[in-house]
């Protein structure tokens, strides 16, 4: 499969702004996409200017396509990976892996290798589908049984001894009339959902996709 540049920069354009405060000023800092997919995560930080970029992703299709823009990317499993790499990294990003890719008994394993493959005081950044969102508890499926809401996931990475975790909402951005029509309609469900959750002191990211973020301790 041909990479896809203009639907790169698409995808890419958004994705920066919900990484925006979390990725470091410093542009050679080590960062890895764990799970890295076709590359356009890569793609994208490398444009933005980052230089030391690193990927591994499990699927040898999916490495080919991302190769043809992002020399470097390894064909691997991305534990093991992790494990091979030890206080790597300033940051390790992983989109739509822990719930997709990993059975249950194998979440903390890769949480564990993410932990072990940062360097002191690196940044985690896991984006995972929410299953607090009412609309992706009735009609998404989980293909491993493996589902998080902001305030589970954010228990786990505690027990795995990260810091400073805290969930961020994925929501629509706006870039002319079909999306400022999503957005609105965001809203008016955000709104309905919202006092829900706040009487039961659960957490008040709604999005269908959410961002965690966390720390290893320096």
Known sequence: MAFDRRRAR???????????????????????????????????????????????????????????IC??????????????????????????????????????????????????GGRLILQTMNIANPLVRGFCGFPNDVAFSPDSLLELLGVCGFIQGEAREMRPLVHGVGSFSKWVLWKCLRRLWTPSTADKGRSAVHTALFLATCRRPD
């Open 10 to 68: 698409r995808w890419g354009r958004d994705y920066l702004a919900y990484l925006d405060e979390l990725l470091p000023e410093n542009k050679t800092a080590p960062i890895l996409d764990a799970g890295c997919g076709d590359g356009y995560l890569r793609f994208t930080l490398r444009e933005t200017g980052f230089m030391n970029l690193h990927g591994v992703e499990p699927s040898r299709e999916q490495v080919a396509t991302a190769r043809q």
């Open 71 to 120: 020399p470097g990317v390894e064909d691997g499993n991305l534990t093991d990976y992790l494990l091979a790499h030890p206080e790597a990294f300033e940051v390790v990003i992983s989109t739509d892996v822990i719930d997709q890719r990993f059975r249950q008994e194998e979440v903390l394993a890769f949480l564990d290798a993410c932990y072990a493959a940062l360097k002191p």
